[in-house]
């Protein structure tokens, strides 16, 4: 079913909608990117639909609403173990198509791929997806290769032209909140094409592992392990107990974002590290995102938004990467 709305009408559904929801979207954060006078756009919670940046690719994903950039689990003392308050208000985030196919690749490692993770579970049951049209495709993205350009998985899409919003509903419960919107045929529309195309070769298997080509990265990669925080699908931590200053006996115990690029991912007890060589640790990125995950759910973990090839201050594009391994894979390098 669908609505359209002036922005002032939309405004006050905003407001009603606030009271239920928290509400997450991309945002322009002004002089805040990478570099001076450079503006940086990422996710945060949003109190006005001007705030909610339609027209520009966030360099971030949303993934860290679900999953936090560093979590509290618990607080310890010397004889108990306190969990945190935990805040259950529902969740609305605004977002694209390739991210939410990002999600769903999140859902298979933390709720599909052995036991349910706890706290993934209680933050990802409140959420309901916003969907955001892409008007054109961005640079570096390759979603249409990936199969991601196009979803269903959503309550609410929403397309702003000017001062009228144009609303879709998938759930009924959204439907009171547009009571005086008028009645329009609304849905959709996505990309079908891409600058930028990824040729997953077909017969790839770890004899590839051998290859030469990722001697190049040994030297070009950095190890600052960019790629893995912007990515919509890496979804690695670590864990930390932190004691506090006035009782060494008392802390509390955070889940933290890691990265497979970085040094010390792979130390183990005694220190031995395995990995150590950058070529090795984006052999074993690009494997995952399109081998491993593939051969266990069935279909890439990559969705092709190309933040990773937007992060990369060596320029290492994943999809060129991809295009090389289908060329060894053929024989034509």
Excluded at 159 to 178: N, P
Aim: with cysteine.
């Amino acid at each position: 079913m669908g609505f359209s709305l002036n922005l002032t009408e939309f405004k006050n559904i905003f407001e009603e909608l606030k009271k239920e929801y928290t509400v997450y979207a991309p945002k322009l954060f002004k002089n805040k990117g990478t570099y001076s006078d450079t503006n940086m756009v990422r996710y945060d919670e949003i109190h006005d639909i001007e705030d909610i940046e339609f027209d520009q690719k966030s360099h971030y994903s949303p993934k860290e609403v679900i999953l936090p950039i560093t979590q509290t689990l618990f607080y310890f003392t010397e004889d108990e173990v306190i969990e945190p308050k935990f805040n259950d208000k529902k969740i609305l985030i605004f977002l694209r198509s390739c991210d939410i196919h990002a999600v769903k690749r999140l859902d298979e490692i933390y709720l599909k791929n052995g036991g349910e993770d706890y706290y993934y579970r209680r933050l990802r049951e409140k959420v309901k997806f916003v969907l955001m049209q892409c008007e054109k495709s961005f640079e570096n993205c390759f979603c249409v290769s990936m199969n991601t350009n196009e979803t269903k998985d959503y309550s609410l899409f929403i397309k702003r032209k000017g001062d009228i919003l144009f609303i879709e509903v998938k759930e009924e419960e959204f439907l009171s909140y547009l009571h005086n919107g008028k009645s329009e045929e609304v849905s959709p529309s996505f990309i079908e094409k891409n600058e930028v195309t990824a040729n997953v070769p077909k017969d790839l298997d770890i004899s590839i592992f051998k290859s030469p080509i990722w001697e190049e990265y040994a030297s070009r990669c950095i190890a600052c392990g960019r790629c893995n925080t912007v990515c919509g699908t890496c979804g690695c931590f670590t864990m930390q107990d932190i004691f506090y200053k006035d009782n060494v006996n008392t802390g509390e115990r955070r889940r933290v974002w890691a990265s497979c690029q970085v040094d010390g991912f792979t130390t183990m007890a005694g220190g031995h590290e395995f990995r150590k060589d950058k070529g090795d640790r984006m052999r074993f990125k690009v494997m995952h995102k399109i081998y491993d995950f593939n051969k266990r759910f069935g279909y890439h973990m990559c969705v092709g938004c190309g933040r990773c090839d937007d992060a990369c201050p060596e320029y290492i594009s994943f999809s060129n990467c991809v295009n090389k391994l289908n060329k060894v894979v053929k024989g034509e390098i």
